[in-house]
């Protein structure tokens, strides 16, 4: 007997309610590994040139070929899977190797921003006096601004490394997790668990750090993930203005700013393959965030 309408419908929507995570999952687990290994397994040298002038990729009509003798071994001459630059750099291998400085600065940068952000927004949220009340003010200052140019001004100040491009990044995001966090602990420190807690003698601090904070953290890793894609952002932006890591780096801001204005001349790939790994990348750690938002949130 024939599935009903209303069967079918009902299959097809649990599918495609798992299908956004399980797309996110692969991305997200797809940039971790490149940024691990992504030099290791690049074809070349992604800061050494391999020709003299740019190069496009294969067309797509000749892509199954070049795959089929990969495979096979009998490829008389390496392929530029992505085509090369107008400094004859192999654009594949730089795009595979970019995550390793721009997904590792946005998992540092919100490591130490939820780990910070946190923290304050306990204090903020479980006592009382002018020391909460400074923070969430100075939380107000730093979220007035425009995030992007903040960080711009900030990196360039600081110095154009990958070390002071993280801390700022982490500052300019603590207080998203100092608000997330304070709130959560506003509700949770009137609960009754609080008051069993404290007519038992334990101190506040204790309660706070013990009791309050673990069942306070889940609006904060939800919102890591939307954090991470946007570190990812803010990191190829501060690099395509010039005010991020210095070239030849592997890194996509570099990658795209370095060749835009080729693409009038009818080079495209050199920009657009960085620019479609950000996004993708970006648009994983989202489908991520966003699906424990509606399971969790």
């Known amino acids: 007997m024939p599935p009903s309408a209303t069967s079918v419908s009902r299959i097809i929507h649990r599918a495609w309610r798992g299908t956004p995570l399980g797309l996110g999952i692969v991305i997200m687990c797809s940039s971790l590994g490149l940024a ?42 390496p392929v530029h899977w992505f085509g090369t630059d107008d400094s004859g750099l192999d654009i594949f291998s730089r795009v595979i190797a970019a995550p390793r400085v721009d997904v590792l600065i946005a998992l540092a940068a919100t490591g130490l921003s939820l780990g910070a952000g946190t923290l304050l927004g306990l204090i903020a949220g479980y006592y009382s006096n002018w020391m909460t009340e400074a923070l ?94 946007a570190a990812i952002l803010q990191t190829a932006g501060i690099s395509f203005v010039g005010a991020g890591v210095r070239p030849p780096t592997p890194e996509w801001g570099i990658m795209i700013a370095s060749s835009a204005n080729s693409i009038i001349l009818g080079e495209w790939w050199p920009s657009v393959f960085p620019g479609l790994a950000i996004s993708l990348t970006v648009l994983g750690y989202a489908l991520v965030g966003n699906a424990l938002e509606n399971r969790y949130g």
């Not at 397994?41 to 089929?68: F, G, K, M, N, T």
């Not at 603590?174 to 966090?181: G, K, N, S």
């Not at 609960?191 to 953290?217: D, K, M």
């Open 36 to 77: 691990v290994f992504g030099p290791v397994i690049a074809p070349y040298d992604p800061q050494i040139p391999v020709s003299a002038a740019a190069e496009p990729p294969p067309r797509l009509r000749d892509l199954a070929p070049l795959i089929l003798k990969s495979l096979q071994g009998r490829l008389a001459n």
């Open 136 to 229: 969430t003010r100075a939380s107000d200052v730093i979220q007035s601004f425009p995030l992007f140019i903040l960080a711009m001004v900030l990196v360039a100040l600081t110095g154009r490394n990958v070390g002071n491009i993280i801390v700022t990044l982490a500052v300019l995001f603590i207080p998203v997790y100092l608000r997330l966090t304070r709130a959560q602990v506003l509700s949770e420190r009137t609960r009754n668990y609080v008051e069993a807690a404290r007519a038992t003698g334990n101190r506040e601090l204790v309660i706070a750090l013990r009791h309050v904070l673990p069942n306070s953290l889940a609006p904060s890793l939800i919102q890591a993930p939307i954090t991470i894609g």
